[in-house]
């Protein structure tokens, strides 16, 4: 919070007084233990978006942002031995980043075609910041790239899953590859070749330790959120989650108990399940390697039309429908 104070004030906006009005005060900053609510976060950034008048703003947010706002989380990225196991550290403590970021935004990556590829999934829940949240993504997985490879990612293209905003000249400057608005997904390619080749600052030992670290600091920040801890278990293997009393039986609490505590977070069980499986169904339809039938049977559907109807329920689109707008130029 108090760098993205620091980063509005650059920007000409009377911070202290933004985060104020939300009951953010110097002394609230000033202790470490004082947690920012998740309202008091969305009410500063939308303040800010007003305040500004820069619909742009999320772009500029992820390109500025500072190493020291990712602390180990950086240097796991940073220490992996190459750009794709950076990326899978990456992702798999994404909600080590920020209050969107693995929760109301997800990322995947996936290689199409010869490229990689980042994939970019924001719900609806963000409302008015859903731009600006998922610009934030992307140039800062430019950042980040930037501070792993220890030179600009190599992108080929980006589409995006939204009308071109006012501030579209801005995207071919930034991202230095052909811009598509409007499309089925949010991707951003870039050439595959470069996701095995050593990374620069590459240490085996510093990264098993801050992954430890990393590991260590997600389940602090999110011991009180039940349905993190579920998401937890069930991610071990979306094929066969585990039924609700085993859940429970794990979390120490009774299943009346876990379905009490789920809903007062706006839970239910087969909601989270159905949510892990619609994240691995997206990556999996992004693999032109694997059939329908090969990614139903991955996530744990009998058949093909079951899954059909649980995509279209999740996505309102049939998974070939969904799959060719990923491959489509």
Same mark, same amino acid.
């Given at each position: ?48 978006? &007003?305040?500004? +008048? =820069? ?11 500072? @190493? ?15 750009? #794709?196991?950076? $990326?899978?550290?990456?992702?798999? *403590?994404?909600?080590?980043? +920020? /209050? ?5 935004? @997800?990322?995947?990556?996936? &290689? ?28 800062? @997985?430019?950042? !980040? ?5 220890? /030179? ?15 501030? %579209?000249? &801005?995207?071919? =400057? ?11 997904? !949010? ?5 595959? =070749? ?13 990264? %098993? ?6 590991? &260590?600091? $997600?389940?602090? /920040? ?26 429970? =039986?794990?979390? *120490? ?15 239910? *069980? ?8 619609? @994240? ?17 049977? /991955?996530?744990? *559907? ?18 070939? !429908? ?6 489509? #130029?």
């Amino acid at each position: 919070m108090v760098w993205l104070l620091d980063f509005l004030c650059s920007r000409g906006l009377d911070a202290a007084n933004i985060a104020l009005r939300h009951g953010v005060s110097p002394a609230v900053l000033d202790n470490p233990d004082n947690a920012i609510a998740q309202e008091q976060h969305r009410g500063i950034l939308l303040d800010a978006l &007003e305040e500004s +008048g =820069d619909t742009g703003l999320g772009l500029k947010l992820g390109l500025q942002r500072s @190493i020291a706002t990712l602390d180990q989380f950086a240097y796991l990225m940073m220490s992996s031995a190459t750009l #794709r196991e950076s $990326s899978e550290a990456g992702l798999r *403590y994404q909600n080590y980043t +920020g /209050r969107f970021s693995g929760d109301l935004i @997800i990322t995947t990556f996936s &290689e199409i075609d010869g490229e990689g590829c980042y994939q970019v999934h924001a719900k609806p829940e963000l409302g008015r910041l859903r731009l600006l949240a998922i610009e934030d993504i992307l140039t800062n @997985i430019l950042t !980040t790239c930037r501070w792993v490879l220890g /030179r600009n990612l190599p992108m080929t293209r980006l589409r995006c899953n939204y009308p071109a905003p006012p501030h %579209a000249a &801005e995207y071919e =400057d930034i991202f230095q590859c052909p811009v598509q608005f409007d499309k089925p997904a !949010t991707q951003l390619f870039f050439h595959a =070749d470069i996701l095995d080749q050593p990374l620069p600052q590459s240490s085996p030992q510093s990264a %098993a330790l801050y992954e430890k670290l990393c590991e &260590e600091k $997600s389940i602090s /920040r999110n011991q009180g959120d039940v349905a993190w801890r579920v998401w937890q278990i069930v991610v071990r293997d979306p094929a066969e989650p585990p039924a609700l009393q085993s859940v429970a =039986d794990e979390l *120490y609490c009774s299943p009346r108990t876990l379905t009490r505590k789920l809903s007062a977070q706006g839970w239910q *069980y087969q909601q989270l399940v159905d949510q892990v499986r619609e @994240i691995h169904a997206r990556r999996y339809l992004s693999d032109p390697t694997l059939s329908i039938t090969q990614v139903s049977q /991955r996530l744990g *559907y009998a058949d093909s039309s079951g899954f059909h109807r649980a995509f279209k329920k999740w996505t309102g689109h049939a998974p070939r !429908t969904f799959r060719a707008g990923l491959f489509s #130029r």
